[in-house]
């Protein structure tokens, strides 16, 4: 039997006196007119890394080659004050996680089997561009081969020292729910070795120190190869969810791993309780691909936290919605330790970075196939007579493996007709046309809006009503985002 996300962030730490206000969302529709207009074109394309043998990556890491293995370098976001022996990385006011400490960081209680989280959270070994043993985290993430996890572009792909282009990094090892302080082999790696078979990038992502590697490019995709069974039917998985960032309350677990420093040297899954805000961005710099910069709002699809503090091996870790928990970020830059009033930053699960690797990592995966249907509960088939209201019932639903943040829907009314209400989400409605935004449509869990309408006294004696909701190009049949539903009056 698959398993599924059904529990609290209690189970983390066993403490369940905390309250965060429910996630929420206050940046512009994601696919608005106005957005498309305002940002040129993203770079869509991506690219995967030569096919690897997962039984090589399984036979090379042994339990002292994962001692070994070091964390791996990471992205800086803006630097803040210079470090000083008093310098605290999340201020005393701003430490949300219960029990974290000068990073926000508490360690997950153990076993990590025992809750969703941290057994679809695991760490991830690699040799890099520079030949060199690193480490990151990584998470598991659904898909229809149900062998994929992601974590970010620089964990998978990287400029060595000394070269001009990237290269792939190699050998990739995933162990969910590592345990590096359990005594034997079952322990440390209760679901086993789960050897990579082939990486992902977006094109847009180059691996430059200072551009690329800081920016909404940050993200990567790996399959695993197959065992006795997937990946995700042994340890469950998180719903993507396509979004661009803005605010929400999330948790993020990983394994940061500066060697010798308990519980930072890589062998604890330590979690951090977070509110978002949208990314401000970094500078641009002549390393950033020009298609990555001209024109494009500063922060795009990239989102941070001033409660939890970034430390290297962390990098790719998951970000996810503290109450429904849905993936919404990978982890990929921050402040170093030491740097006071810490912060870090993740890439959004944005349609210019997943959006463009998905589909090649996962091509039999169905994503953002959103549809709307238009209905009147009750006695659909009755006419309405003339100046009288009914109502109508816009039904949106998301079929396939991922949920999207921030969905338009459009009601209009013909002439002859009007709207005199509309519940169920936010809208801003007129007469003849409510533009409603849906903070989330998630898969199996369709989102209604009943719209009251009023027939004029002088209405012919035929109305259609229109429904439209906007997906994106992931919707492999978008002849569903639209419905008409015909209204007979009579006098």
Known sequence: MRRTLVTTLAGLTGCTGFAAPPATADQPPLFSAETEQQAPPPVWGAASSPRMRPAQAVKYWTAAKQAEARAADLPKSPKGAARTAASLSVPTAKRLTPGGDVNGYARVRRPYTAVPYSRISGRLFFINAGGQP???????????????????????????????????????????????????????????????????????????????????????????????????????????????????????????????REPYDGRDQLWCLGRTRQSAGVARTETMLAANTAGRPAGSGRMETHNCHLYKGHSGGPWFLKDTGDLIGVLSAGKEDGEADGNSVATALNLEGYGAIVGKADPEGVYDALSVKLSRPARPARPVRRGRTTTVTATVTMRGLMAAARVPVTIAAPRGAALAAVHGVACAPSRRQATCLIPAVRPGRPVTIKARVHV????????????RVTSTRLDPTQRDNTDVLRLFTRG
Not at 155 to 160: G, L
Not at 177 to 196: F, I, N, Q, T, V
Not at 456 to 467: F, N, V
Request: hydrophobic share 35%.
């Open 134 to 260: 690193d480490s990151c985290t990584a998470s598991v993430v659904r898909s229809a081969g149900e062998l994929l996890i992601a974590t970010a572009a620089h964990c998978v792909y990287s400029v060595a020292e000394g070269t001009a282009t990237g290269q792939w990094h190699r050998n990739f090892l995933f162990i969910p729910a590592y345990d590096g302080r359990a005594a034997g082999l079952r322990g440390r790696e209760p679901y086993g070795r789960w050897g990579g078979r082939r990486a992902w990038k977006p094109d847009g992502y180059t691996g430059l120190h200072g551009g690329d590697w800081n920016s909404s490019y940050d993200i990567a995709l790996i399959e695993v190869g197959r065992r006795e069974r997937t990946l995700q039917d042994a340890v469950g998985a998180f719903t993507p969810m396509l979004n661009q960032g803005g605010r929400h309350t999330i948790a993020t677990t990983g394994y940061p791993g500066l060697l010798g």
């Open 456 to 467: 004029a006294a002088g209405a012919p004696r035929r109305l259609s009503l229109a429904a």
